[in-house]
């Protein structure tokens, strides 16, 4: 589901532009702390953001996940996981809150802690989806897809 229209079947906390604000306030209210964090993380800059959704959407979007076994296996020495790309095949608040991280919100106040300005968002989801790990499950530290579908633009950031 890539238009803006809205769900009916969702609540409206559900919604891609409520969710969308609702991340970019957690991380504007947290943005010198994670700034900060940002520039002092080693061997290389991330963050980690505790609590990013208030308790009742994240519970609500956890109930809303497809079960782990409907999802594609993927069992490396790389990584062990679950993985699904088919967003409209899953209810319609996981494409909701996927697409909520490339709103221009979320885009502008990750630019503010990081610093890095010009960030696009990549609306096509390009390598990205659904990951779950259940027990046991992993992904190695490994150089992550740096490019766009088409090949022309490089990605400076994994939201996770």
């Known amino acids: 589901m890539k238009s803006d229209a809205i769900d009916a079947r969702l609540p409206f906390f559900l919604h891609r532009k ?4 609702a991340i970019a306030e957690r991380l504007c209210a947290a943005e ?5 964090a940002w520039l002092g993380a080693t061997p290389f800059e991330h963050l980690v953001i505790d609590d ?5 959407t994240a519970v609500e979007l956890h109930a809303r996940l497809p079960p782990p076994e409907s999802l594609l296996a ?3 020495l790389r990584q062990r996981k679950r993985v699904g790309i088919e967003v409209e095949r899953y209810d ?3 494409g909701e809150v996927l697409f909520a991280f490339q709103m221009r919100e979320v885009v502008e106040a990750i630019e503010r802690i990081t610093g890095l300005d ?3 968002p990549d609306p096509s989801l390009y390598a990205s989806g659904l990951s779950v790990m259940v027990e046991g499950g992993f992904l190695n ?3 992550d897809n740096s490019h766009d579908g088409d090949q022309h633009k ?4 994994n939201l996770l």
Do not use: V
């Open 52 to 56: 990013l959704f208030p308790a009742e």
């Open 74 to 76: 993927l069992s490396s």
């Open 92 to 94: 319609p608040a996981i």
């Open 141 to 143: 530290p490994h150089l």
């Open 18 to 21: 409520a969710l969308a604000l």
């Open 118 to 120: 010009c960030l696009e």
């Open 32 to 36: 010198a702390g994670l700034r900060s």
């Open 154 to 157: 490089y990605r400076a950031l």
